[in-house]
């Protein structure tokens, strides 16, 4: 403490008549700024290094043969460690999904947003639930569907309908549509 | 370190040691005849059985990680290979898993005892936040020990509570991304997992020694809450508090031991002996007895929160504040200086109600006409004005363009998802146990003089449990339900059941049902949970007339012993 304001006054002199800092404080703000960044540098890499490795993002596209799957029918493949779900819609479902009002949906999506035009048949839609992250049922005929036809999460009791939106409890989203593509008409390539 | 008046050791190696480190000095003075409070009950054994707990913890728990391996191919099985094939290792296991409930178990009675006798007031504020601090690293570490297992309820569990962090606005997917280091729950989280379960608990140790610390600066509260007066109110720590503490453990250690050899899986869930399918969720997951009220707390925020409820909390709590602070004793709430907030904020939540709770209703053809009949009309007429729904163009509705325009107004109008809502409630419920210190005014520590904070604090530990219980249970579970209305169409709904979805809603119009569903009890008591920190708590705190203290410590005592001696 004594040591400084020694210094200080010094300073004081030989810098100017204002109190805005004596070279020490200027110094130590200076040190302390350099370690700041130098720290910045470090913890950067560190951060990084939590963050989906190459390895992992590798796995980020699949193609599947979607021809196998019968009209009323679904089939499930992994794609970046989740289910994708793939519906092959009725006219039935097709005609439900189009039939909602838009404006009632929590979030509002219109089904043709949600699928590819002309192939309307075709939901693809990531198979895990916006609340929490559970898998949903309803991917087999036999499954509790839910009030609207599509998919239940049973964890917490949120119901999607034919399109893959939520209707009805706790999850704020619709299942989420993947990035997809069709190569030809039996082949999607996700990711 | 008070080495330079020490006294003298008879035993020559514990001398030269304490005579170039003063650590027996010190253990003397901690743990020797440190002056401790003469009137203990056995809830003060709570802390060394905890402190008991986290060594028991750390010791099975560096063996098992000799056995371990975390990696989703082999985890499961070297656990598997721990239970069948090591030596002794099913003991070791069973050990730490149902050491994790007793640890709770010791910790959830020290919290308690904390609330109860006050021990958390003035000067032991700090005390009490570290408590708070080590309660938090300890949900950490018991959460990420669970994923270890990698069963089923690890990988569904963990899956569950890192998707809370996906609710914070903006950033809340990359920080779960950032935490499973992938795009699901897998091998990077597992290994990320079992690195932060070693480490977590010597950080737990170092904030335990904290703690400790600040408790031998303050010395120990006590059951009559007034400080020690002097000699004649305390007693040396040994013997009298090392053999009450011992005494308490092994009593302690035998329900342990019960649970450990004769029920060891009581505690757990049967799914976690299923491995890990990140294809197939589990019907019903539900975490770790120890964390259920706060899991009830998460679900119970089922509604989105608009401006309109917040703001009206806000003025609600800004008149109660001004009223609380001010210096005029015993002034009525309902004068026109706090009704001017209050009546505009009940206002603001009939609105803000309408809008997050009440489904948009159906719509209705008359005359041909789409409209809304009876008191639909009202709600639809608020929801459209103060949804600031007019603003949309009629000539564009319908069309992507006004359902975007209505996104864009919602993203402003409702800042809390009901997602979010449930994370901050949750998160709120523990960080109101830090600011408990400052709730609580009242100048009288123990609940015994406080009738009134004495029952409420009876009152909220029961209702922790029902919360506990709510937890548990599926959101959806009906407890008690009634139908009014159309009698055939009660009728039909009965038999009908729940499989036919289409039936179901268009017999519904013509009927009311009222219930009493899970969630709507994991409401009423999350309610009381907040009420009793924030509301009663404060009031209790400045209206609350306390029964007379006594004088002194040791005449409390020996008053009791001298009535029972006549």
Redesign the interface.
Known sequence: MSAEIQTGNDNTHACCECDCGTRRDFMQLAAAAFGAVGLGFFVKPVIDSLRPAKDTQALATVEVDIGSVPEGESMTVMWRGKPVFIRHRTRKEIEMAQAVDVQSLTDKQSDEERVKKGKEQWLVTVGVCTHLGCIPQGQKPTDNRGGYDGWFCSCHGSEYDTSGRIRKGPAPKNLDVPPYEFVNDTTIKIG | MGSANREKFDNTVVEWIDSRMPIFTILNKEYGVFPTPRNFNYFWNFGAIAMFMLMTMIITGIILAMHYTADTKLAFDSVERIMRDVNGGWLLRYIHMNGASFFFIAVYIHMFRGIYYGSYKKPRELLWILGVIIFLLMMATAFIGYVLPWGQMSL?GA??????FSAVPFVGNWIV????????V?N?TLT?FFALHFLLPFVIFAVVFLHVWALHVSGSNNPLGIEPKGPQDTLPFNPYYTAKDTFGLVVFMVAYAFFIFFAPDFLGHPDNYIPAD????P???VPEWYFLPFYAIL?AV?F?INWYLIIGAGLCAYAFIKWMTKNKERESFFVKEYMVFVLPALFLFVLGAVIAFIP?SEQQFVDGELQYVGIARIIEGIRYYFTFDFLIPDSIRGT?E??EM??AIDALLIPI???LG?VLAMFGSIALLIVLPWLDSHPVRSARFRPLFRIFVLLFTVSVGILGYAGSQ???KVYWSTCLGDAVACEALAHGGHGA?AE??SDASATTIIKLDNTMLAQAFTGFYFAFFLIIIPLLGRFEKARALPYSIHEAVLGKEQRAGV
């Open positions: 569904w899956t569950v509570i890192t998707n809370l991304e950032t935490l499973w280091g992938g795009y699901s897998d990077p990320r990140p294809l197939v969720t019907a019903h997951i679900r089922t989105s948009v992507t006004a359902v209505r996104v998802s009901a997602k449930g599926p959101a959806d979805g179901h809603h």
